[in-house]
């Protein structure tokens, strides 16, 4: 099913029945990567998993859509299917925009955050690989080599940037860039926090930084786990979600 944002076509589902549940997926990722979790908790619950633009089954927009529009986009959606008080899960970019929802909204019950990004910290080789990047991509654009500036465009950044089309990357970059500890810290509803111990993506540091910044968060380790616990310890991290839920 579809549901339409600025224009865009929203793909969305909806499993079961109850209480409403909305799954917002990760970078790179679509609503797929929550099925496995979907078909336990719709046995309580009423399951949205909707794609972001630009992924699944959804179409890419050719504006920029920063964090804020994609909370923009969730407000709508529950607007128009008249959701209330729906929990909120998102992992990784998804608990981004959930927890910029989450930060404006009252209509909400629960968010839940898997490795959810939002701590910009500050990293010096990456500071210099910024700036080296930089420099290179001036001076072929001053020296005129095509080739090479196009070939620097292409092959930098982390492989999520590469394998992006341009308005991704700029969606990607706006996202990277914006750090959302004031967010966190306008969060009131009741908060659960699980993440991965091994995550190298967002690492474990976060996480405490983001459970010390929302009051009422509770915050949950998966051993064995890296930046997907709920596939990579799927038996650990369903027992913590249905425990959390009452399911």
Known sequence: MFFEFKGLKIYYEKIGEGQPIIFLHGWGCSSNVFKNISKVLSKKYCIYLVDFPGFG???????LIDVKGMADLVLSFITYFDIDMPIVVGHSYGGRVASEYASKNKNISKLILIDSAGIKSFKFSKFIKIKIFKFKKMFYKLTKNLMKYNNLLLTSGSDDYINSSMIKKKMLVAAVNYDQRKVFKRIRCDTLIIWGINDNSTPYKDGRKIH????????????DAGHFPFLENYIFFIKVLKSYLGV
Not at 57 to 63: A, I, N, V
């Open 212 to 223: 010390r910044l929302i009051n009422n968060s509770e915050f949950v380790v998966v051993p």
């Open 57 to 63: 089954k959804s179409l890419e927009p050719d504006f």
